[in-house]
């Protein structure tokens, strides 16, 4: 089919005149406006034409573009702020985002692509400058140098179910006992430990493998070179078996997979192949890629082999480093030690850290003052791949914060100063959600009840891995409302908080300071101390069936025999009595019996030693007790004080 020029004209919206002046330039012959063109000649036609039309909307965006000037604009901006930049008042730039489809306030952050257009169409150009932290951070962009790359160790990370081995196994690879020392057998963090293998280092992480330490298994991955996958075979795989599969193939990590408790009788190991096979864990004998080892942490069988294909592993991937560069790497715990202050377990991914050096992580900041390594002993430096403890933090970190170090003392100071204005903001803003009229709300519509909980641990992790198991639990009917968390021992602040909000108050693995439990105990306030971290699942959750049905149950606390009843004007009877047993306490709820039958049942209306109102008074002492609304006490009554327990019913597990 053949096209005429004037046609082709047509079709691409010019004149005939305008077409044959194309044709002549593109060397086409043709007579005239009537000539006719062939198919293939149009469409070089067509295509020239469009590639000339683009080229010259390329040069009018380059020349518009040229006479742009050039505005700063730091991120994150508000409206307000760059409508300030633009020199324009903010309803104006309200409006313009709201033809644009924006519906934003004042204090709403812009995204960079609409900052992008509305700046071009007011002339301008927008330049970001780099943040305090790219800053900070050039050091360590510095062009590789591949001459000084230098092999490093590789960082093993040992993954899986809880009770499969892991810790054992680390434990028979560094010849220690680290099993025994953990509180309910659980590895509560994560172990790091450099260990010599025919004289090649590896660094080894262990993992905690109870299912409350997602998140901590999580960062295990994420620091991890390989992740040996320990699988008991007499358990086969199991839910965190997966779980751990999943970090790792999200991480992109290797697995090598190490089938423990080979030692025991009638167990398959077969059978644990094929259980692996459904997650494209094939092994080698079985047609796959995976390295599977079998072994045995107790006896030590294959442990040998493993550790041979581990290095043969890591040779693969020729993992190598820059020791000349300023360290950074990430944090594997942080832990608040009695007498050092904040302390941090850090893995160097990269450079070298040396005593001196400022570090500055996500949340903190520091001169390091010592390193200790994972044997305990004080070092000087810590190159690539090496897990060490350092001190001199300014707070304890997050695991899974990254670190670098910074040479620019004052710049990195300032940095930190502005990041800790940053998380006061949005400390401030999370307490501001438990308002007054937020509880009022809540309660009026009579749909949430909720379990409010402060939450104080030891370590950053195992305070992260409670809280995700809390937040886990069904809620349905109530839920748990962490109002407060934190590493440290549980203080005053604590105490007067759960006073004010109604909260109980969970500590793991630390004490409560005295004024605290003044507080705690003058306000009756709940506040318990655990050292597993199952148990405070299991407690809540019971809790949260008690805040639906609670049981009530009495606990027997004290007797006083009455010796001698007094009248005292306007406050009626006193009994004066001795403590035989136990103590007697104002709060308590009494029984008074006589001759064995309970003849009244109720509360203390005052509760004296001489003159004075006490508290609580203890065996073998001598008291005044006032007793509400009865005034027939006599000489030889006993009274029982009894504090209420309450009891909350437990619901099977799912
Ligand atoms: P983790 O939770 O994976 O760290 O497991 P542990 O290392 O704490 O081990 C859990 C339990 O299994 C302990 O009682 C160990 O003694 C036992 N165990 C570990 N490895 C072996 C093994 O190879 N053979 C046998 N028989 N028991 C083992
Ligand atoms: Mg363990």
Redesign the pocket.
Known sequence: MAIRVHQLAKKLGMSSKEMLEVLSRLNVPVKGHMSSLDDETAEIVTHELATEQNKKKEVEVKEKEAVLKDLEVEFPVTVKNFALKLGIKSSDLIQKLIKKNIFASINHNLDDVTINAIAAEYGYKVHRPPTAEEVLFQDHHQVVDKTKLVPRPPVVT?M?????????????IRKTKV?EK?AG???QHIGAYEVMINKKAVTFL?T???EAFTAMRARGANAADIIVL?V?A?DGVMPQTKEAVDHAKAAGVPIVVAI?????PSISVDKVKKQLCGMQLISEDMGGKTVTAK?????GDGVDNLLEMLLLEAELLELKADPTLPASGVVIEGKLSPGQGPTATILVKNGTLRIGDIVLTDSCYGKVKAMINDRGHRVKEAPPSMPVEILGLSGVPYAGETFFTVKDDKKAKELFSSRQDKVREDNLKKTKRITLEDIYARLKDGIVKELKIILKGDVKGSVEAIEQSLGELPAKEIKVNIIHSDVGNINDADAILAMASDAVIIGFNVKIEPKAKETIEKEGIDARIYSIIYEIVADVTAAMEGMLEPISKEVFLGRAIVRQVFVVSKVGKIAGCTIQKGTIARSAIIKVKRSKEVVYEGKISSLKRFKDDVREVAEGFECGIGVDGFNTLREGDVIEAFGIEKVARRLEKA
């Open positions: 040992l899986g179910h809880v009770d499969h081995g892991k810790t054992s196994l680390l434990d028979y099993t953990e057998g659980i590895t262990d905690p493998g109870h320990v008991a007499d423990n408790k080979c030692d025991l072994v045995s942490a107790k006896t």
